[in-house]
């Protein structure tokens, strides 16, 4: 077994490597990149930029100790016959799903803008879990594959903090993961949500997990 402690807020975190996984939410092109469907409705796409560094080394440092590695897409199909029509109906008609956009047709799957970041590229062997929602329990098989594998905690990362981050924390939280979010693997197109979104993790004792950073993690992981 290897178990590590992790010091994290509101308390430090046993955390058993064989039983943890990283979770990596959405680093999807159209969100992250100049020029992509997020850029384009206004958004400072380098504030979740800043996240790509200390989750590069994180994920190279989970590969090496053998840490279950999986990632996240959020899109819909070409049909949109998956995404509701509430959410489909909201924004402008130029920015909606399944429009297109400087990357292809916005949140589909298949298009450029849906892959993921080359920075951060599934290796051969790690699950990408297509999601048609905020979170990544919804609609998808991400919990029968935790399952499967004997994972009891996540280290929860991507973006954004306040939505699809927070959103699968607390999934996740429901489902009795431990989970853990490293504060400089994730981002937001608004700083003062991705702080609120880590003080609403780990207040009351840490009513959804912990919060922690690379830095402590990795020390950790040794």
């Not at 100049?34 to 958004?43: I, M, R, V, Y």
């Not at 509701?84 to 109906?89: D, I, L």
């Not at 920015?95 to 916005?106: F, Q, V, Y």
Request: charged letters at 25%; proline letters at 7%; hydrophobic letters at 40%.
């Amino acid at each position: 077994m290897s178990r590590v402690i992790v010091e994290a807020e509101p308390e430090p975190i046993s955390l058993n490597l064989d039983r943890t996984a990283l979770v990596i939410i959405d680093m999807q092109r159209d969100f992250l990149e100049p020029g992509g469907f997020g850029e384009s409705l206004g958004n400072d796409v380098s504030l979740l930029g800043k996240a790509v560094g200390p989750l590069k080394t994180l994920l190279a440092r989970a590969r090496r100790k053998g840490v279950f590695v999986i990632h996240t897409r959020e899109g819909h199909r070409p049909d949109l016959s998956d995404a509701p029509r509430a959410k489909v109906e909201r924004g402008a008609p130029s920015a909606r799903i399944g429009a297109p956009g400087p990357m292809g047709r916005i949140l589909i799957r298949g298009e450029p803008g849906h892959d993921i970041i080359a920075e951060l590229y599934p290796a051969p062997g790690e699950p990408v879990i297509d999601k048609p929602g905020k979170g990544a329990f919804y609609a998808t098989d991400l919990h029968t594959v935790l399952v499967n594998r004997g994972i009891e905690s996540l280290i929860v990362t991507g973006v954004t903090t306040e939505v699809c981050v927070h959103t699968t924390v607390r999934e996740a939280n429901d489902r009795g993961y431990r989970c853990v979010v490293p504060s400089d693997c994730c981002g937001s197109y608004f700083p003062e949500f991705h702080e609120m979104g880590l003080k609403m993790i780990k207040a009351q004792g840490g009513i959804f997990g912990w919060v922690s950073d690379s830095t402590r993690i990795l020390s950790a992981m040794g």
